[in-house]
């Protein structure tokens, strides 16, 4: 609302993000490019109406997220989290890629769609998510925050089930090449940062 | 449903160095933490990473438990006309309440309040309106305040104070509840009054006042240092949230055993268990019997506190007495005739209970659905000494508890309380949770001697004015800050009877005449129709967009300088930071407008700290005396708003006391306290008698009766029973109870339709409904189901009680003042195991679906309140929703997993 953001660079779509249809966000709001290595954030000032009565200046984010290799599809078992950091290694990176036994999921890749990624950071306050990752019946969810009992839905693009995070717990997007899964952008701010890409 | 998806921004600014930052406290929830708002102008250079570079003087990215601001923690305001950025997050320096600077998700998101008229918030109420032909027409304040004037003063004249009708919210700040009340009952001064969660203005634990009970004498701090906190009707964990995680789960954690009295387990109460706590999952309106049982364990077992009991419970000549209380009517009298609720003292209150069959624990536990193992640890965990040494037990109630039978459910709770030796030790309270913050400041009396209504025996009763209203007596509603209809019990019932006085009335204003228009609508009461004029910050359907005659926009939290005070009596002052919209005004102003034009004085209030220094004086008996502040603040050369503003979000505990000698205002920790001594006395200077305007009154040491100790009360099932048996479900039908959910500030005041994120989240109507009975009708999760009732009873006429029995439903029934309605409500349906087999739970209110449209329009026959928790229905599928196979919105995962 308050951010204009910049949409000079084209989106590419690939394959699952296709497949994924209308249960997804809409990807266009992310500017993520294929290929290529991390690109730093940087903003630039636009002067909105210039010359006027109402001009007024705002920032734009020129937002460029890193591709990253999180992991490999065939080695991930069911309802086993595996670690790893995104965007970078910085402070409050920590996130985790699970494959959640063959229930679909928004945002999730892999043959059933059911391998998703998210920060372990609860938005809350920050507490540790490691460790609350919990499947019962059709649900998937992580949590209770041992601080205080945020729980998330991981089926549902990390929304809040029951607590006090300001913000659904940031999914980080991913992508399949082959048996590769990359990381290639965040869904949401994690927590003790003001720009993801900023650390 | 549509929905518009939460877009989830990746980035946030954080405030600069010098950035302004005033002090505040939630719009929201009874707890009240303590906030801070960041604010600077649109376009000057946002903080940096580094401490040095922002206001909160940390590194980012920050740290567990640091200063984070989420994107909805972000928004523009305009301030002196110009746009500003604010920040709003919960003060990490405050020393009370909300430590470690804790939050909810609904105060978390403080900021998405702020009229923007880029968002959500654009249709705050701007400029007063008035219906013309249908629509509602922009019309200046003075034209507007002149018809609401002219009509409501010839309302009076003609045909009386009883029909003008006043229904406010009861907690919108202590300067707009002083005005409003000021207005209501001590000028217009009619019967026909009430707040906006009762249909009555009546106490709404009667068991508790008639105990000698304060709802909030406790101290926060009291509900995490008992050794067993009984927990009835709330997961304190959803509805004032902070209290739990900042107050109840160290206490758990240190040890304290917790027992949960409610029908159904959300994150809190899954955490109480998991924590070796323990769940007594009662049918609802089944209360009163476990806690009979509950009580003859611990008395059977000689577990009872005799010295407290020896000290502190009135006996018959103790309870009997109150000359100088009032004859009639008062609660004394309720207590002391009839020989319903009267004890002598313990002895006969044992005697009473053990002779009633339904207390025998096997039967209370087989009508409560619970397995009876629970009673008796019940029992022992809230009596039974250990090591020689008795428990500390504390118990808080809430809604779920009281308003499934108000009036037995108060008197059981208060009595298992007293047998406990809970109320008036450290640790050892007796309380409401609570709701709503403590906003309300009466500026008059009730003119109970005006009301029609009578019950046997006594004087007058306070008016119901939903059945009043519905008899058609009601010529002028006035409504402040509140649906009315949705809040109340038979919605559609209500809403009914408003289209038909309002709507179909053929005098409707069809110029723009004001001439005409005032002509027109006093025709219309005048011939038996109703005239609607609505003071609010948003206009609410169907009472704002579908019947008011005139509306007046509202200025709210944030737009100008409030007071309030929290649950554990602590006054804050809530400081304005950015402009209300359009012309827009706090409501006591409105009122005041309004007052003038009618010819009443004493509303020439120049800003919101005169309206409150007057008010002082009147605050000075209750629970939150703040007069002593004025006196301090005068004396320092300052107004009473200044001199709070200095205390910050750690505000000061009502009632106030203040130390001539030494210059400092002090607090008052807790209510009942019966181990104040001594020192403390001597530090508020106070050791030789009250000095000055300083008022130490009974309660803050004892109770308040006559004598200030406690009245033991029985609390027979009977006055209860034939209507919860004839409401038990019967069939197909399944229990339709209803409440609050944490994401969700009540029933949606100003969040919820206007925060994509938590929309996503709750989209529309819910109802949770238990595997097993959900299998039995096909329903999975995402289903869209019908709830629907044909014996929704309700109490159709205003009548006189002669004989005692004349309020007992089932003789309400026989002589022919029920009528059942139909009702059916939709929504999304929620298979969880959460609530109890047998009993569905659906949003309490749900603008377009109440849920109180299915649930019983009888108020408790003692007390006059709505039951709002005892409701039946059967319920079916009728379709699929979008959220039962989309993954964007709503959530079906259970809300109990730990």
């Known amino acids: 609302m308050s951010e204009i953001t910049n949409t000079a660079q084209a989106v590419k779509k690939d394959e699952s993000a296709e497949a994924h249809g209308k249960c997804m966000l809409n990807r ?18 636009i002067t909105l109406f210039a010359g006027t009565a109402q001009a007024e200046t705002r920032k734009a984010s020129v937002q460029g997220y890193p591709r990253k290799l999180v992991a490999k599809l065939s080695q991930l078992k069911d309802h086993q989290p595996v670690n790893f950091n ?3 290694d910085g402070k409050n990176s920590q996130a985790m890629i699970v494959k959640m036994g063959n229930v679909q999921a928004g945002g999730g890749v892999g043959a059933k769609r059911d391998v998703v990624a998210f920060s372990y950071m609860c938005t809350h306050q920050g507490g540790p998510l490691q460790t609350t990752y919990k499947h019962v019946g059709d649900q998937r969810v992580m949590g209770q925050c041992p601080l205080h009992l945020s729980t998330y839905d991981l089926r549902r693009h990390g929304i809040i089930v029951s607590g006090q995070a300001y913000q659904s717990l940031p999914q980080v997007l991913l992508e399949v090449e082959g048996d590769n899964v990359y990381a290639v952008g965040i869904m949401g701010l994690l927590f003790g940062r003001q720009d993801n890409l900023s650390a | 449903m549509t929905i518009d998806y939460y877009q989830a921004k990746d980035h946030a600014p954080i405030p600069p160095k010098n950035a302004d930052v005033l002090t505040t406290a939630c719009d929201y929830c009874i707890v009240a933490c303590g906030y801070k708002i960041y604010r600077w102008p649109v376009g000057a250079k946002d903080g940096g990473m580094k401490a040095s570079e922002n206001a909160f003087g940390v590194d980012f990215p920050s740290n567990m438990l640091q200063e984070w601001v989420a994107p909805t923690q972000h928004n523009i305001c305009t301030h002196k006309g110009k746009k500003h950025n604010v920040v709003i997050i919960p003060d990490k320096d405050t020393n009370f309440v909300n430590t470690n600077g804790d939050s909810s998700i609904r105060g978390g998101l403080l900021a998405q309040k702020c009229y923007n008229k880029d968002t959500k918030t654009k249709d705050r109420l701007k400029t007063p309106l008035v219906r013309v032909n249908g629509v509602l027409t922009p019309m200046s304040w003075n034209d507007a305040i002149d018809i609401a004037a002219e009509v409501g003063s010839h309302v009076l004249k003609k045909h009386g104070e009883a029909a003008y009708g006043i229904k406010t919210y009861s907690y919108q700040y202590i300067e707009n509840t002083y005005a409003i009340t000021k207005y ?4 217009v001064n009619t019967p026909n009054f009430t707040f906006h969660d009762t249909p009555a203005d009546v106490t709404s634990t009667p068991g508790f006042r008639d105990a000698g009970f304060d709802n909030f004498g406790p101290s926060y701090d009291d509900w995490g240092s008992a050794e067993t906190l009984m927990i009835c009707g709330t997961d304190p964990y959803e509805t004032k949230t902070v209290l739990f995680t900042q107050h109840i789960m160290p206490g758990i954690a240190n040890g304290m055993k917790v027992i949960a009295l409610n029908p159904r387990e959300t994150a809190g109460i899954a955490y109480i268990k998991k924590m070796g706590g323990l769940h007594l999952d009662i049918y609802p309106g089944s209360d009163n019997l476990v806690l009979g049982a509950i009580a003859r364990v611990v008395m059977q077992n000689g577990w009872e506190d005799s010295d407290w009991i020896k000290h502190w419970v009135n006996n018959k000549w103790e309870s009997n007495s109150g000359f100088g209380q009032g004859t009639r009517n008062t609660p004394w009298q309720w207590r002391t005739t009839w020989g319903k609720f009267q004890t002598k003292g313990y002895e006969d209150y044992k005697k009473w209970n053990l002779k009633q069959a339904e207390y025998d624990p096997e039967a209370a536990a087989k009508k409560a659905g619970i397995d009876v193992k629970k009673i008796y640890q019940a029992a022992e965990w809230l009596a039974k000494p250990v090591n020689g040494k008795r428990p500390k037990t504390s118990i808080g109630i809430e809604k779920g508890f009281y308003w499934s039978n108000n009036t037995g459910n108060t008197n059981a709770i208060s009595s298992l309380a007293t047998i406990c030796g809970a109320g008036g030790r450290p640790g050892q309270v007796v309380g409401r949770f609570g709701g709503h913050q403590r906003g309300g400041q009466k500026g008059g009396g009730y003119p109970r001697n005006k009301s029609a209504q009578k ?39 209500l809403a009914a009877k408003f289209e038909e006085l309002v709507v179909k ?4 204003v069809k110029s723009n005449n004001k001439a005409e228009i005032i002509a027109t609508l006093k025709k219309r009461a005048d011939s038996g129709g109703m005239v609607v004029i609505n003071q609010d910050i948003y206009l609410r359907d169907p009472i704002g967009a579908k019947f008011a005659d005139v509306v007046f926009p509202a200025a709210t939290w944030g737009e100008v300088d409030f007071m309030r005070a929290n649950g554990e009596r602590r006054l804050r002052l809530y400081q304005a930071f950015n402009d209300a919209p359009g012309e827009a005004k706090p409501d006591w102003e409105i009122i005041s407008l309004l007052a003038r034009k009618m010819g009443f004085d004493g509303f020439d209030w120049k800003s919101s700290n005169e309206v409150a220094e007057e008010a002082s004086r009147f605050s000075r008996k209750g629970r939150k005396a703040f007069h002593m502040v ?40 807790r209510l009942h306290d019966t181990t104040v001594g001594e020192k403390q006395f001597t530090a508020m200077g106070l050791e030789n008698g009250p000095v000055k305007e300083n008022r130490y009154g009974k309660k803050m040491t004892h109770f308040n009766s006559q004598t200030g100790k406690i009245n033991l009360q029985k609390h027979p099932w009977s006055l209860f029973g034939d209507l919860w048996e004839w409401l038990s479900p019967k069939k197909d039908e399944l229990w339709m109870s209803n409440g609050r959910v944490n994401e969700v500030w009540q029933s949606g005041f100003d969040d919820v339709e206007r925060r994509d994120y938590i929309s996503q989240r709750w989209p529309g109507n819910w109802v949770e409904i238990h595997p097993d009975d959900a299998k039995k009708r096909g329903i999975e999760s995402g289903d869209m189901v019908m709830m629907y009732s044909e014996r929704v009873p309700v109490f159709k006429d205003t009548i006189l009680g002669v004989h005692g029995k004349d309020f007992q439903f089932s003789e309400l029934m026989k002589n022919g003042h029920i009528k059942l309605d139909k009702a059916s409500i ?18 309490f ?19 006059g309140n709505y039951n709002y928790k005892m409701g039946v229905g059967k319920v079916k599928k009728i379709g699929e929703s979008e959220f039962k196979k989309d993954f964007r919105g709503m959530s079906f995962a259970p809300r109990n997993i730990t």
């Open chain 1, 28 to 45: 266009r709001k992310f500017l993520m490019y294929s290929g290529g290595t991390a690109a730093a954030a940087s903003t630039v000032s």
């Open chain 1, 86 to 88: 995104y965007p970078d």
């Open chain 2, 184 to 187: 209501a009952l001590r000028h």
């Open chain 2, 455 to 493: 019950v046997p025996g006594r004087r007058r009763q306070a008016l119901d004015t939903d059945r009043w209203m519905y008899s058609g007596h009601t010529r002028f509603a006035h409504v402040i800050g509140t649906t009315w209809i949705q809040s109340m019990t038979g919605s559609q019932g």
């Open chain 2, 505 to 508: 009335n053929p005098n409707q």
């Open chain 2, 630 to 669: 004025k006196v301090a603040a005068h004396i320092e050369g300052k107004t009473l708003h200044q001199k709070m503003r200095e205390f910050g979000t750690d505000g000061i505990q009502g009632p106030t006391m203040y130390n001539y000698k030494t210059g400092m205002l002090h607090g008052t920790k």
């Open chain 2, 826 to 843: 939709t929504a999304v349906a929620i298979v969880t195991p959460i609530t109890k087999p047998g009993a569905m739970y659906g949003n």
């Open chain 2, 845 to 863: 209110l749900d603008m377009k679906q109440p849920t109180n449209s299915l649930t019983i329009r009888v108020p408790d026959n003692i007390s």
